[in-house]
């Protein structure tokens, strides 16, 4: 007993730092003992580092031990120090230790927070080799968790997080380019695969969708996929697949406007008319009658002039939409000023050298002739009829099918007095063009579909920034949506690559009821989607162009390097997890290590992030110019061997491809 007695004395005597000096809140000072401005000390035959500041240690509080972090440390002359002891200068030196209390020890484990504040002249150690890693334990032994990378300060301890606190959370991934960020994304879903992809409950009621802007998720450079999870991975990437959409999203009228760029005083309000116009939701709507009723209204205008204008712009409207460009040609030269003039209230001359009577589908006439305008209209309506029809039959053609709406509504309003053209004729010129172009991007459906646990939607490819945005929009509201909808046990991880393009709180090239929109629908995801089993993942380059509430809604944080000062103030400002020494050392990260702080770590640690094999690496890695720049051919096939040789060499080592 009494040597147990000795050797506790003898290690207390060794790990002892100081005694508190100074107790200001969460703030403490330490005063440093002279004998141990050493780096290091021998305890047991084994070197001990000594605390510096980033360290952990335990003030001792009767029998409750408070765990803290050195923050700062700094150095005063003690005057009253006896001259006649006097050996050397550091003896004229009191060292004083600034820290910041995290937690305190409770039945062998460590917990986060204050639980008391300690006293002074209560005695400072350095953390054992069990308490430090009792310091650094985040998981309980009946939890489930993964691995997730190496303590950077001390490769030898293993970083783990539980998965119900890390993964039932909302996350945030930033870094710098080329600081790891995609990389950290991907090993940590590899992680989660690798671990439950197997599982049939986790097939049956796990769902992840990753948007992804950049394609770096679908293939790598190697040409294999990345995120390993095979037997239930579904991978969209435009052109080889269409994006699809819901055939109701594209008919709500906010998200119609936001896709139009519709102003909110008169093009919004008649894209609400064209949605609920009755003649358009009859199941016997014909679009030829609705042809005829607007050049009968234009016939009663009798007016020569602006009919003719107006029923060339109507039809060469209509053609631009659904036929081959070639037959507007024809149109117009059918149709003309120096062709047509008004006769009767009911009927224009057309004088041309063939019969019109039997012209063909590509509007080609054939003899002379004087005919009815409804005749004419009909002739004209022929090569329409049959690609009209396939589009009211054919969903996926539902944009199209909304654009001919649109444009017969216009015309029948301008005809009859009820619109300005210029207040709506913008918004018809931008619908051309922007519905036309959607109508090759996505692909409209009745239901939502998530037949794989996994499914990777790539942006990639389209080449409308504003249309990327809007799609990836539409596409998380969607799921959210139909999450909110249905009552199980299911969960639902949205994951946001390259966030800042959809969740920035401004923007100068897009309108305030857009930015509004988005904002207040991932806002909403951050805040409520918790009580749907909905969580979201966001990683970005530049955490101060997203939202601030968004940031601070966020649970769990994957800090890489971060240079520019506003993203740094970004994060101090919405972050309330990291100390001074965390945020001070965000600049000089290294590549592939990141700071980890949140509800799933009980202290903010700098963690190497666990190595991906090759064949699993995101398609984010940095160009080596030289291996493209070299001429001679013999310098290629040794850089591609020495390539070769380093990959095998990452492999056996396991260590991050950096």
């Not at 007016?303 to 003719?308: L, V």
């Not at 996994?454 to 959210?480: F, G, P, W």
């Amino acid at each position: 007993m009494l040597r147990m007695e000795n050797q506790i004395n003898k290690a207390k005597e060794v790990l002892r730092v100081g005694k508190v000096t100074s107790v200001r809140g969460r703030t403490i000072e330490v005063l440093v003992d002279k004998t141990k401005n050493n780096s290091h000390l021998l305890f047991e035959g084994q070197l001990v580092r000594n605390v510096s500041v980033g360290s952990y240690v335990k003030i001792t509080k009767g029998f409750e031990q408070l765990i803290g972090k050195i923050e700062s440390e700094f150095i005063v002359e003690d005057i009253a120090y006896s001259q006649s002891s006097y050996k050397k200068e550091g003896d004229l030196i009191k060292r004083t230790l600034s820290i910041s209390l995290v937690g305190y020890f409770e039945a062998n484990s460590f917990e986060q927070g204050i639980k008391e504040l300690p006293l002074i002249d209560n005695e400072c150690f350095i953390l054992t080799k069990v308490e430090y890693d009792r310091v650094h334990s985040f998981v309980k032994d009946d939890e489930d968790k993964i691995m997730i990378g190496n303590l950077s300060s001390e490769m030898s301890k293993e970083i783990e997080l539980g998965v119900n606190s890390l993964f039932a959370s909302h996350i945030g991934i930033f870094g710098n380019t080329g600081s790891g960020k995609s990389y950290s994304l991907a090993s940590l879903y590899h992680s989660l695969f690798s671990k439950y992809g197997e599982s049939s409950g986790f097939k049956k009621n796990a769902k992840f969708l990753l948007i992804d802007f950049n394609g770096e998720y679908v293939k790598n450079k190697k040409g294999n996929d990345v995120i390993h999870f095979e037997s239930s991975k579904e991978i969209i990437d435009y052109p080889h697949k269409k994006i699809p959409v819901l055939g109701k999203s594209l008919e709500n009228i906010e998200i119609l406007s936001i896709i139009l760029d519709a102003t909110e005083k008169t093009q919004k309000p008649f894209l609400k008319s064209c949605l609920d116009y009755s003649k358009f939701n009859n199941e016997n709507f014909c679009y030829k009658e609705f042809v005829k009723d607007i050049v009968d209204a234009l016939i009663s205008k009798k007016d020569k002039e602006y009919g003719t204008k107006a029923f060339l712009n109507l039809f060469n409207d209509l053609y631009e939409c659904v036929v081959n460009k070639d037959i507007i040609l024809n149109i117009k030269e059918l149709i003309t000023d120096e062709l047509g003039h008004y006769t009767t209230g009911s009927y224009y001359s057309i004088s041309v050298e063939k019969d019109v009577s039997n012209c063909d589908k590509s509007g080609n006439p054939n003899s002379n002739a004087k005919f009815d305008i409804k005749n004419l209209t009909y002739y004209f309506i022929t090569p329409l009829k049959e690609k009209i029809d396939s589009l009211i039959i054919n969903r996926e053609h539902l944009l199209i099918n909304f654009l001919l709406k649109i444009i017969l509504k216009y015309h029948l309003d301008i005809t009859n007095g009820h619109s300005n053209i210029e207040h709506i004729s913008p918004l018809i010129r931008r619908a051309k063009s922007i519905l036309l172009k959607l109508d090759e991007i996505i692909d409209v459906i009745s239901e939502l579909k998530f037949e794989k646990n996994l499914k990777i939607i790539s942006l990639k490819d389209i080449n409308d920034n504003s249309i990327k945005k809007i799609l990836a929009l539409i596409l998380c509201k969607e799921v959210y949506d139909e999450q909110k909808s249905t009552i199980n046990n299911q969960f639902l991880n949205i994951i946001i690559d390259e966030a800042h393009n959809v969740l920035s709180p401004s923007s100068l090239r897009e309108s305030e009821t857009w930015k509004d929109y988005r904002l207040e629908t991932f806002e909403e995801i951050i805040k409520e989607g918790r009580k749907f089993g909905t969580f979201l993942t966001i990683a970005s380059q530049r955490p101060s162009d997203i939202s601030s509430t968004i940031i601070s809604q966020l649970h769990n944080y994957f800090l890489h390097r971060l240079i520019n000062n506003k993203d740094i103030e970004a994060i101090e400002k919405t972050v309330s997890y990291l100390d001074k020494v965390s945020f001070e050392s965000l600049p000089i990260l290294p590549t592939g290590t990141c700071i980890i702080a949140g509800l799933s770590a009980k202290l903010p640690v700098v963690v190497k992030m666990n190595p991906l094999y090759e064949e699993f690496q995101p398609n984010s890695q940095t160009i080596k110019l030289t291996d493209y720049w070299k001429n001679n051919e013999a310098d290629t096939n040794n850089s591609q061997e020495s390539d070769e040789s380093s990959a095998a060499a990452d492999d056996d080592d396991f260590d991050l491809p950096f």
